[in-house]
């Protein structure tokens, strides 16, 4: 059998199409940017927009309406933005849907290869196992011991057996044996295409994290809103109807919540999983990025995830050497020339190749039936013309020897000695015909899978973090607790999978290694140990392993090794099946919770001060009936320039902060599950700091005035000072995304911060200086820039300084 070549195959893709359901269109550009607009306070922004453009045109529209100008631009900038972000973060995501897009063995130039499932085509012999997603319809060349799961297409529970002949169907599950399928129809053609419609692609729903945030943010905005409404009726009150105040009150609710946050926020996950998959570890659902960071145990696999997934076989020990190598070469269903199969079997494989002609071998006794293998009785058998040769757990195959009980004794002592020397032991046997019983013993082979160099660090670091590690295994008590000490998880108690039924949940809690666990098994140790208040991590790559992953806090799949339906269940997949890749996202995930602290504290600590500022600003104006030159109320900031604070501050600074590196997050304990956004010393820091710049603030607003008239200076003393306040706001809210940074961790340089703030003080500076009218102020004298810079820094300091003071009260506790 040679399968279709290269050349055949690109020209029936062209001809067939992509082996792939059709996918939604990406939502166009200018519908992005529309929905950046459908928020309620927008509506209110645009509302007032609408206001100031009607009352400039019923005064006759002379001039230009700077400040509906202003606004106008503000929006559109703000919409821009939030577009970009939007588009960043879906591509990202849709590069790390390609990532974890399942592979199948394809034969393709009289070779097995690993091909993306979307490049099958009509004729393609496509080789499965266990687990595996049926990629596209077809006919059974070759089964063995299959039975198929069709209840996503028949809604029938029940698998059903198939033969050779018999047809399969795109999207169902094998969930036992191996076969070899010929395809005959992809894509739209296929089962799945022609039901394409009912499987419409799942609506992308909001993260935890996310709904917390937006209800945070609502609670927020209803408090600033009683507040707009309190300023503008002392505003009617002091001036009459005034559309200023109005402007001014409605730019202060916009102002002081945060509308650019979940944009902020979808760029930060977004990111932060990009970050991941270069690690290695591929996120398949956002809500596990949130729930990474809270992870308390680690329940992992031991071959491939802590050892290198290399079997090799040291030696073989027992009395037929020779049975024994036909046994490995034939009871095993792996393909040297292409390296298809599983690891173990390759190992074996490898061995007798040196000593045997396995294919020749294989010819000479070929397959006349077979027992696939499977957890559930542990061994397989395959019956050749010379008779049966198994191949299994020692504990499952030397009960079916023909022997006196003393010498099965022995056997198992003899196996139980190697394993506690690290080795994973295989037991091998034949009988007459296809018999299962009454067997001869042809020997054990010891196969050495040596622990990943990096894990031992991986281990050490993860348990510095707070984070228990137990190994849950399907090998020898002994094997596995031999290499959980060589990787340094403190492993006392050992229990296996016949044992956990006997235990409470309580007595499963103090356990260490489960071994010879069975697949039902995980699911029972998943769940005793979220009774008991963990956060779970959860290992698996066996069909079976599936209601464990799902039930996990975090579910994770081998991406190598593991089973299609294993890879759809789980939150996260490990491209290199490595345990030293979940320690990896983990860190990943709790850096990305610490960075949406720092840019939530930053945006509302800012936002705080100008809330501050303006409301203290305009009562003190209104009790000492402070005016303009134009005779209104002199206002501390107009609205244009809140909305301008607003756009340079919360803009790049913020996502800046979203690219800070947190080397430190693996020094603590991990984050309580339900812990609130903002924890006490957050909260702190927002009401200390944001209240220090407001003082400041208000204090340039109030002295600057009186000291520019005792040093003689003439003209719009008042102007100069709310000018200067502007300015003070602006590059100190700036300066202050440097002390928001300080959380638990002192963060890496950030480049990118610094080119933000620079960025920002550039255009301030500039449009300050060149065209202060746009922005509503005036020109200023030179040394005025150099007080509010001054100013600027001193708050900054002491915002650094109020912030050293609460994280040492709260390391103190």
């Not at 034969?107 to 196992?129: H, T």
């Not at 927002?686 to 109030?702: D, N, Q, Y």
């Not at 300080?742 to 890496?748: A, I, K, N, S, V």
Request: proline share 5%; hydrophobic share 50%; charged share 25%.
């Amino acid at each position: 059998m040679q399968g279709l070549t290269s050349p055949e195959a690109r020209k029936r893709l062209a001809e067939y199409g992509a082996n792939a359901l059709p996918e939604r269109p990406p939502e166009s550009l200018w519908r992005k940017f529309l929905r950046q607009f459908q928020s309620p306070l927008i509506y209110i922004l645009l509302f007032a927009l609408v206001v100031d453009l009607g009352l400039w045109v019923f005064e006759g529209a002379h001039g230009l309406p700077l400040e509906s100008l202003a606004i106008l631009a503000i929006l559109l900038l703000n919409a821009t933005l939030g577009t970009l972000q939007e588009k960043r973060s879906e591509e990202a995501l849709r590069r790390l849907k390609a990532l974890a897009e399942p592979l199948v063995w394809v034969l393709r130039d009289g070779r097995f290869q690993r091909l993306p499932s979307r490049d099958l085509v009509p004729a393609d012999v496509v080789r499965l196992e266990a687990g595996d997603r049926v990629p596209a319809d077809g006919v059974l060349l070759e089964a063995s011991g299959v039975m198929v799961d069709e209840s996503v297409l028949t809604g029938e529970s029940v698998p059903v057996e198939k033969g050779e002949g018999e047809e399969v169907f795109s999207g169902t599950l094998l969930v036992r044996g191996r076969a070899l399928l010929q395809v005959t129809r992809t894509g739209l053609r296929s089962a799945m295409g022609r039901i394409a419609g009912l499987l419409a692609e799942m609506e992308e729903e909001k993260t935890p994290l996310e709904r917390r945030l937006e209800a945070f943010g609502h609670r927020v905005a209803r408090w600033v809103v009683v507040l707009a409404a309190g300023l503008v009726a002392l505003g009617f009150l002091v001036e009459g109807f005034s559309a200023q105040v109005f402007l001014f009150a409605v730019a202060l609710a916009v102002a002081a919540v945060p509308e650019g946050l979940p944009a902020v926020l979808t760029l930060a996950l977004a990111l932060g999983v990009e970050r991941m998959a270069r690690r290695k570890a591929v996120v398949r659902r956002l809500a596990a990025v949130e729930a990474l960071g809270s992870v308390t145990l680690i329940a992992t696999d031991k071959t491939g995830t802590l050892t290198e997934n290399r079997m090799e076989v040291q030696r073989v020990v027992g009395p037929d050497p020779q049975g024994a190598l036909l046994a490995m070469a034939l009871c095993n269903d792996a393909d040297l020339e292409t390296g298809a199969g599983d690891p173990l079997e390759l190992g074996l494989l490898r061995y007798a190749a040196e000593r045997l002609d396995i294919k020749r071998v294989r010819q000479e006794h070929p397959r006349l039936s077979e027992r696939p293998f499977d957890s559930a009785w542990k061994y397989m058998r395959v019956t050749t013309p010379k008779g049966s040769f198994l191949k299994g757990a020692p504990e499952a195959i030397i009960p079916r020897l023909a022997a006196g009980e003393e010498e099965k004794a022995s056997l198992l002592e003899e196996a139980e000695a190697h394993a506690q020397r690290g080795f994973r032991v295989l037991a091998l046997a034949h009988g007459e015909g296809e018999r299962e019983e009454g067997l001869s013993f042809l020997g054990f082979v010891l196969l050495l899978d040596p622990p990943r160099p990096e894990v031992p660090e991986a281990v050490a670091r993860v348990l510095k973090a707070g984070v228990r590690v137990v190994m849950v295994t399907g090998d020898h008590p002994a094997t596995a607790l031999a290499i959980a000490r060589q990787v340094g998880i403190p492993a006392e108690v050992v229990v296996t999978g016949d044992e956990i039924g006997e235990l409470s949940d309580e007595e499963l809690l103090e356990v260490d290694v489960f071994a010879r666990v069975k697949p039902e098994d995980k699911l029972r140790i998943v769940e005793a140990f979220q009774k008991a208040g963990e956060v779970v991590a959860m290992t698996g790559d066996g069909v079976n392993d599936a209601p464990a992953l799902k039930r996990a806090d975090v579910g994770v799949a081998m991406g190598q090794r593991g089973s299609d339906v294993s890879r759809e269940v789980a939150d996260l997949v490990l491209m290199d099946d490595n345990f030293a890749t979940i320690v990896a996202a983990i860190e990943e995930g709790r850096s990305i919770y610490e960075n949406i602290q720092k840019f939530i504290r930053f945006l509302f600590s800012t936002n705080l001060s100008e809330v501050l500022v303006v409301t203290f600003g305009m009562v003190f104006a209104a009790l000492l009936n402070l005016r303009d030159e134009a005779g209104h109320l002199l206002l501390p900031l107009t609205a244009v320039q809140i909305l301008w604070i607003n756009l340079v501050t919360d803009g790049l600074p913020a996502l800046a902060l979203a690219l800070d590196r947190n080397p430190g997050v693996l020094d603590r304990p991990p984050r309580p599950k339900e812990s609130p956004l903002l924890d006490a010393p957050s909260w702190r820091f927002i009401l200390l700091t944001g209240s220090v710049k407001a003082v400041f603030a208000l204090g340039i607003l109030a002295g600057l005035p009186g000291w520019m008239g005792r040093a003689g200076v003439q003209g719009e003393v008042m102007e100069v000072a709310r000018t200067a306040t502007f300015h003070f706001m602006t590059l100190g809210q700036l300066f202050f995304a440097y002390a928001a940074r300080h959380t638990h961790h002192m963060p890496l340089p950030n480049p990118y911060l610094h080119g933000a703030v620079a960025l920002g003080i550039l255009i301030q500076m500039g449009l300050g200086t060149l065209a202060p009218g746009v922005l509503e102020a005036v020109l200023v004298p030179a040394w005025t820039w150099g007080l509010v810079l001054s100013l600027a820094l001193l708050a900054w300091l002491m915002a650094e300084g109020v912030d050293r003071l609460v994280w040492q009260k709260e390391a103190r506790r």
